[in-house]
């Protein structure tokens, strides 16, 4: 846009800069703050190898209790599915996935192992209650 009105961009950001910096000069000198900057921040400190350790064994507990079987019998669903030929009834449907999906009927196929393996997780994880 600058090129349409012969500009160019150096000028352009250079004359913004010295508008700021004349601006910043003006407010300083008219606005005299009279307060100290005070930052009320808490001490920091390390927590205990003890805590840490056990709040992530409490995380990884539930994440193996609650989620992974979820994970694991979906998985075998996809091998067994694959294993016996019930997907390829997908592949079959080539003239109807090249249409509407551009893609051939054994990439769907792929497609749908990909959609139920990657949507699997999110699913779990969104039902888990995440606070300890």
């Given at each position: 846009?600058?090129?349409?009105?012969?500009?160019?961009l150096?000028?352009?950001y250079?004359?913004i800069?010295i508008?700021?910096l004349?601006?910043a000069?003006?407010v300083a000198?008219y606005?005299?703050a009279?307060s100290?900057?005070?930052l009320?921040i808490p001490?920091?400190r390390v927590?205990?190898?003890k805590?840490?350790?056990?709040?992530?064994w409490?995380?990884?507990?539930g994440?193996?209790?609650?989620v992974?079987?979820?994970l694991m019998?979906t998985?075998?669903?996809?091998r067994?599915?694959l294993?016996?030929g019930?997907?390829?009834?997908l592949?079959?449907?080539?003239?109807i996935s090249?249409s509407?999906?551009g893609i051939?009927?054994?990439?769907?196929?792929s497609?749908?192992?990909?959609?139920?393996q990657?949507?699997?997780?999110p699913?779990v994880?969104?039902?888990?209650p995440l606070s300890?």
């Amino acid at each position: 846009m600058a090129r349409a009105f012969g500009a160019d961009l150096r000028v352009i950001y250079g004359a913004i800069v010295i508008v700021f910096l004349l601006l910043a000069r003006v407010v300083a000198r008219y606005l005299k703050a009279d307060s100290e900057l005070v930052l009320e921040i808490p001490p920091v400190r390390v927590p205990s190898i003890k805590a840490v350790a056990s709040k992530a064994w409490m995380r990884m507990e539930g994440f193996f209790k609650q989620v992974l079987p979820v994970l694991m019998v979906t998985g075998l669903g996809v091998r067994i599915l694959l294993d016996t030929g019930i997907l390829s009834v997908l592949s079959r449907l080539d003239p109807i996935s090249t249409s509407f999906f551009g893609i051939s009927g054994q990439s769907l196929v792929s497609v749908a192992v990909t959609v139920v393996q990657r949507y699997a997780a999110p699913m779990v994880l969104l039902n888990l209650p995440l606070s300890a």
